[in-house]
């Protein structure tokens, strides 16, 4: 029996326990409890059409996911959740993400709206398209290192809009747990320790980071090892009394600017006042019966992955991803390789770019194709030429090959009123500029090195791009992150996803969507299967070979041989990309967390 309930929804529980309902959760408790909620999907008229009688949320660290479980077992919504968890990660897992970085979040609210929150970093206004150049050459040592690395943070700005759209608890109490791990110290994870090893020649040149990430003797804190951040601790308590503006109005702007100045960079107190978040144009693609919401640029992921999805819809993929491997890695590799080669050329901020609209046009997507073979590898895919699109020069020079990096972060959360929230995080590559502000505790990002810092000269994910992405004033870098939505027929959501890993970001949630929608896995499957991964230049087809051995998603070697024989230069990796997503399925909600990281998620 499907219980439908029209009419305000507080009228089913005035007819059951009138007095118990003064909160949403109560009425949920108890309709739980009057197994109205077992018998099927209730639907309201107002506010939310379906009914969830679960909460969850995941994340690559237990203690953000405990928080982010805390706010929403204490009256906090979804969009509260996400905010105390990413706060948390920045204090526990920093070298990934903090508020010295930025975000990408897509909202889907329980009012059926969708919020596209822009928190990419910007360039400073005296950023110049020469200022990695050095000797005629540009110096990527200079866009991953140092002060010349560091966008305007944005992280803040982007939670402030969150919480002003969605949130419901006070801003402050959002800070209470980021800033007592902060205080109190946490222990230092696995990839903390790996990662403060790994960078410790460039930690060690400024004096704020070496007093955090080293004992007093020189030595690196390890896995295990307590690691105290008392001035982020002050920093955090600072930004919850005083809110965003003591971060880009007040001190902190100010102590950015200064002791930049003395090493050498160039963000100054204006550039922080300038910077503003953005609500952008989500992209809406149709996916079979589904609508899958994507993030527009500055990132590259919603359209990408819209484009992919058009690409592989004309294809039975739920039974090749089951019987026929290596026709699915085949077509997967050869969409990828296709939508990459798009990217590179054509993807920058739109806000100082033409990105043409005729790359999300299905006849496009059907062009792309008309060259694919099921026989062969195709060897010459280059951009196409969307409607609406003039040319523009390309940075032509092979990339070297990406390095197996894995930082940023993805975190999702949904309430039992239906805000979900999708949010990538990131300070770009571990522990981003390397540079902490002195007295704040700040570690800045190194998103410069997301633009095309000169042409021929890959990023550190081995990207090229072209002067769509080239580095201007005010200007956001070209982003991966790919926090993404899907809604069933009834505009309700049934699915949420996303990753870290740079460009691998694109292909992983790409990957995770079609497990789930064409695939039927449980999320947790999706999250965990093994993946591939192209991205046009080089010309390498990577598998996880390590990933779920032993599991009907093993990638066997003889799928990879008949992938070799169709042409693909495969090459073995290690994770691709670290995944969060949450589904529901009826009116219950599965969170899964990427067992390639040591996460949690509790539903
Ligand atoms: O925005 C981007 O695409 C990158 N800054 C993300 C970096 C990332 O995922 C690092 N992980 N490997």
New binding site residues.
């Given amino acids: 029996m499907v219980l439908v309930l029209e009419g305000n929804p507080w009228d089913v529980v005035d007819l059951r326990a009138k007095k118990a309902m003064t909160t949403r959760r109560a009425f949920l408790q108890t309709a739980a409890a009057s197994g109205v909620l077992s018998t099927g999907i209730p639907r309201f008229a107002h506010g939310w059409d379906k009914l969830t009688i679960n909460h969850g949320a995941a994340t690559v660290h237990p203690l953000a996911t405990r928080s982010a479980m805390r706010i929403l077992q204490s009256g906090g919504n979804a969009i509260d959740a996400a905010i105390s968890a990413a706060l948390v990660l920045g204090v526990v897992d920093g070298h990934n993400s903090g508020i010295g970085g930025g975000c990408l979040v897509l909202i889907r609210t329980a009012k059926d709206q969708i919020l596209a929150i822009d928190g990419r970093e910007t360039a400073g206004q005296s950023a110049h398209e020469q200022m990695f150049v050095r000797d005629g050459k540009a110096d990527p040592k200079l866009s991953q290192n140092g002060p010349l690395a560091a966008g305007v943070p944005s992280q803040i700005a982007a939670m402030k809009q969150m919480h002003t759209a969605a949130g419901r608890l006070p801003w402050k109490d959002l800070f209470a747990d980021a800033k007592k791990a902060a205080f109190d110290g946490v222990l230092a994870s696995k990839s903390i320790g790996r990662t403060i090893a790994a960078e410790a020649d460039e930690l060690r040149k400024y004096p704020a980071s070496k007093e955090i990430y080293f004992h007093p003797d020189g030595s690196p804190i390890r896995e295990g090892e307590l690691l105290v951040q008392k001035d982020l601790a002050s920093t955090l308590g600072n930004l919850a009394e005083q809110g965003a503006d003591w971060f880009y109005q007040g001190p902190f702007a100010q102590s950015c600017e200064n002791y930049l100045k003395s090493i050498g960079g160039i963000l100054t107190a204006e550039d922080f006042r300038l910077y503003q978040p953005k609500l952008r144009t989500p992209i809406r693609t149709k996916y079979r019966s589904y609508e899958v919401i994507g993030f527009p640029p500055p990132?590259s992921g919603g359209i990408h992955i819209a484009q992919m999805l058009m690409m592989l819809e004309p294809y039975p993929i739920g039974v090749w991803m089951r019987s026929r491997e290596d026709a699915y890695y085949h077509l997967l590799c050869e969409v990828m390789k296709r939508a990459f080669a798009d990217r590179a050329h054509w993807l920058g901020d739109s806000d100082f770019v033409d990105v043409p609209a005729g790359l999300l046009d299905p006849q496009y997507a059907q062009d792309r194709m008309a060259d694919f073979s099921s026989a062969r590898a195709s060897s010459n895919i280059d951009h196409g030429w969307p409607n609406g699109s003039s040319e523009r020069e390309l940075n032509s020079s092979e990339p070297a090959p990406g390095e197996d990096?894995?930082?940023?972060t993805h975190l999702t959360t949904a309430d039992d009123e239906g805000n979900w929230v999708a949010m990538t995080c990131?300070v770009?590559?571990s522990w981003g500029s390397k540079v902490t502000v002195p007295g704040t505790g700040v570690m800045l990002n190194n998103?410069m090195d997301?633009f095309s810092i000169s042409p021929g000269t890959p990023n550190a994910?081995g990207l090229i791009g072209s002067q769509s992405n080239a580095v201007a004033p005010g200007k956001r870098?070209?982003?991966?992150?790919s926090p993404t939505m899907v809604l069933d027929q009834s505009r309700q959501p049934i699915l949420t996803a996303g990753a870290?890993?740079?460009?691998?970001?694109i292909n992983a949630t790409l990957q995770v969507l079609l497990r789930v929608l064409d695939g039927g896995c449980s999320v947790a499957e999706a999250v965990a299967a093994p993946r591939v991964h192209h991205q046009w230049r080089p010309d390498q087809l990577l598998f996880e070979d390590q990933i779920g051995v032993g599991t009907p998603w093993e990638i066997t070697p003889a799928i990879r041989d008949r992938l070799t024989a169709l042409g693909h230069p495969l090459k073995a990796s290690g994770a691709l990309a670290i995944s969060q997503a949450i589904h529901r399925q009826s009116n219950r909600l599965e969170a899964a967390h990427d067992p390639r990281a040591h996460g949690s998620s509790e539903a």
């Fill in positions: 990132s990096r894995k930082h940023t990131t770009n590559t998103q997301d994910f870098p070209l982003s991966s992150m870290a890993g740079g460009p691998r970001i």
